[in-house]
């Protein structure tokens, strides 16, 4: 099975690196990509998640900023996503 992680972001510069380093330590026998929803962020949250682009082999980000709140990233991300399952 294909799975998706999709994660809401704004304004996480704080706290991104953690989550996106404990992906980077996964192991997972079948295909799986990480989506970073960004809903405007105005930090340095994107060129964190940029480092992590040779850890993660399928790290995309993606723009959700036509409109604020956690719902509408999450709803974007799944729109992106390629995966069987989405994990959120």
Same mark, same amino acid.
């Given at each position: 099975?294909?799975? #998706? ?23 997972? #026998? ?59």
């Amino acid at each position: 099975m294909r799975v #998706s992680v999709i994660i809401p972001c704004f304004n996480a510069a704080d706290t991104i690196a953690v989550q996106l380093e404990a992906l980077a330590n996964q192991k997972w #026998s079948q295909s799986w990509e990480v989506i970073i929803s960004d809903n405007g962020s105005t930090d340095n949250s994107m060129s964190i998640v940029e480092e992590y682009k040779t850890r993660i082999p399928n790290l995309r980000i993606i723009d959700s900023s036509d409109r604020k709140g956690p719902g509408y990233a999450r709803n974007m991300g799944a729109k992106a996503a390629k995966g069987d399952g989405l994990l959120f």
